[in-house]
């Protein structure tokens, strides 16, 4: 069963159709990815399922049920790409007055953030003051008061801005914690790599209409282009194009080649060993995230040029 569920949603700002009929379904414990351009349509999609925006059309479905923001509003939680917090205030102040919003006792509260400030060593921050801390560690911040009532929908936007690695990795680590532990997460950023890695399945969103749903893993299989990494013993330079397969690169070192329709990569193995060539090494070429993204977006062939170019 779904947690999360759109049903045709529209939002529309004057002639201008911000989301336009968009329906998708996330199931409990996936991390999500939600992806677009600048302007795609993103941000107020999530202002949609976070109860900010009302839709003009079409339904939220959260937990089996219709949407009600005043009521549900507890059972998430939403990091915001801007830094929402109090400027003036303390950290620990803020972080407790935040977590008793979303409905927690005082004691409930000061446990929680205990843990995560342990967790995510920031015990030495507490009285520290917002406009005092780095961006990184404002992330931190927002982090935790975002998952310290233990929501059922997580929602990221951008949650790696101003991290250095060490700490963008133990907030990545903490997400899968999160996954694992029930929750579901929609992660909406810009770094493809960071979705190709984290995410167990995506939508792409562009001018407000959905372009493209499914697993990591299905959609890179769908935009695969039969081009394959090869590397052989000796006799790269008398390697050209055959009936089975085309050149599409060549180095000292290795080929990348395209296996012509209805031949297979059984068929190109065959070819060389009937002719006594040695290979090395051979493995198929799937496209990254971020080349299926350009090509879908601005319609370009990016696929196989950026192989080509490696």
């Known amino acids: 069963m779904p947690l999360l569920e759109l049903v045709h949603l529209k939002k529309y700002y004057d002639s ?13 414990g996936n991390i999500f990815g939600l992806l677009g351009p600048n302007g795609a349509g993103k941000t107020t999609l999530l202002r949609m399922i976070t109860g900010i ?16 923001p005043l009521n549900d ?17 303390k950290i620990g102040e803020q972080a407790l007055y935040l977590a008793q919003l979303k409905g927690l006792s005082r004691n409930d509260a000061m446990q929680k953030i205990k843990y995560w400030f342990e967790r995510l060593d920031m015990q030495s921050w507490w009285n520290k003051k917002v406009e005092d801390l780095s961006k990184g560690m404002g992330q931190k911040l927002q982090f935790v008061t975002t998952v310290l009532h233990q929501p059922k929908l997580i929602i990221l936007d951008e ?106 990569n059984n068929d190109v193995l065959k070819y060389f060993i009937d002719r006594n060539i040695e290979i090395e090494h051979f493995s198929e070429i799937l496209p990254s995230l971020n080349d299926i993204f350009i090509q879908l977006v601005h319609g370009t062939n990016s696929v196989t040029r950026s192989f080509q170019n490696n």
């Open 73 to 89: 509003i507890q059972k998430i939680g939403y990091m915001p790409e801007e830094r929402g917090l109090y400027k003036k205030m």
């Open 159 to 264: 949650p790696f801005s101003g991290l250095d690695p060490v700490n963008a990795n133990l907030i990545k680590d903490e997400i899968y914690n999160l996954s694992k532990s029930g929750s579901t997460i929609i992660f909406s950023t810009h770094r493809m790599e960071q979705v190709e890695e984290i995410c167990d399945h995506i939508v792409l969103i562009n001018l407000g209409k959905k372009i493209l749903d499914g697993s990591v893993k299905d959609v890179k299989q769908l935009h695969k282009e039969n081009l394959y990494n090869l590397s052989l013993k000796d006799n790269i330079e008398a390697i050209g194009n055959t009936d089975i397969f085309d050149i599409q690169n060549k180095t000292p070192e290795k080929i990348i080649l395209k296996i012509k329709e209805n031949y297979s």
């Open 53 to 68: 925006f009302y839709p003009d059309e079409g339904e939220v479905i959260l937990d089996g049920k219709k949407f009600d």
């Open 16 to 28: 201008h159709k911000a989301v336009d009929d968009i329906s998708f379904q996330i199931n409990e």
